[in-house]
């Protein structure tokens, strides 16, 4: 299932260890602010601007520690541009991995409200987003939106029980070198994805463990180093002509959560597999 909405590599991007203050958010997205929608919006559109929703979401426990906003040429719409929120909720947030709850909206008619679930891991800052294991809900500018939208936030809040569930069984299933390195090269092919131009790094260099308590060979293990080795990037490689390079990190938003989500759909399937 594609994002609602596009992000360009370069877009203003804020992230933070610590819950962002409004003034932090609008310096990145002032669209998240806008006092009304687009003028191009007709009298059906249901205007409730992203910050309202933002102060409901706080109200119930939740917190944004990661925003941007797309870049637009068009000055007429970049304060009311789609824009991203990444939300955990005070209950989630102790431990290895929090629970997240990615807002995606527009005041310009270009996106719905959007909310995915996705994961953050503390060791690496990686954000990983789920497959079609949890919720994932969309809510038109019609009717009550705030309401909706704090009701689905809650929707995929409880639908990390199943992620967990699916995280606790890749952490008991073992797998042997083999298994591990066609993991790896079904992952290559997610993210180079041009048959014509072979993927410069090898499944060795994506099973490579940045850090000792990363080494083991439980498919949890496995998906998290392949996850970070391939979207962090700074891999040294060959290019097709050749030619030495080091690997880019995945900068896009909507490309890194679409690779996020591809890869923990193939761990569940590799699960599955296992199972």
Not at 11 to 31: C, K
Not at 108 to 134: E, P
């Amino acid at each position: 299932m594609q994002l609602a909405s596009r992000f360009a590599s370069h877009s203003p991007v804020l992230r933070s260890e610590y819950p962002l203050s409004d003034d932090q958010i609008r310096a990145v997205a002032p669209s998240i602010y806008a006092d009304a929608p687009h003028q191009s919006r007709s009298q059906r559109y249901a205007y409730i601007p992203t910050a309202a929703v933002l102060a409901e979401l706080r109200k119930e426990g939740f917190q944004p520690f990661m925003v941007t906003q797309t870049r637009v040429r068009a000055d007429d719409r970049r304060d009311f541009t789609k824009h991203m929120l990444r939300l955990r909720h005070a209950s989630q947030i102790n431990g290895r991995e929090a629970n997240e709850i990615i807002l995606l909206n527009s005041h310009d008619g270009t996106s719905s409200y959007q909310l995915l679930a996705g994961m953050f891991r503390f060791v690496c800052k990686n954000g990983l987003v789920c497959g079609d294991t949890v919720a994932d809900v969309r809510v038109r500018h019609q009717g009550d939106v705030a309401g909706q939208v704090i009701e689905g936030a809650y929707e995929v809040l409880h639908g990390f029980d199943r992620a967990q569930q699916s995280r606790n069984a890749m952490q008991a299933i073992r797998l042997d070198s083999g298994e591990a390195e066609v993991f790896a090269r079904a992952a290559l092919a997610l993210k180079y994805d041009d048959p014509a131009k072979p993927a410069p790094i090898t499944e060795s260099q994506v099973l490579a463990p940045r850090r000792f308590d990363d080494n083991r060979p439980d498919l949890w293990s496995v998906f998290n180093r392949t996850q970070e080795n391939l979207t962090q990037g700074g891999l040294l490689g060959r290019s097709a002509n050749g030619h030495r390079q080091r690997t880019r990190p995945v900068q896009g938003i909507d490309q890194s959560v679409r690779l996020n989500r591809a890869l923990w759909l193939l761990a569940e399937g590799m699960r599955q597999l296992k199972a």
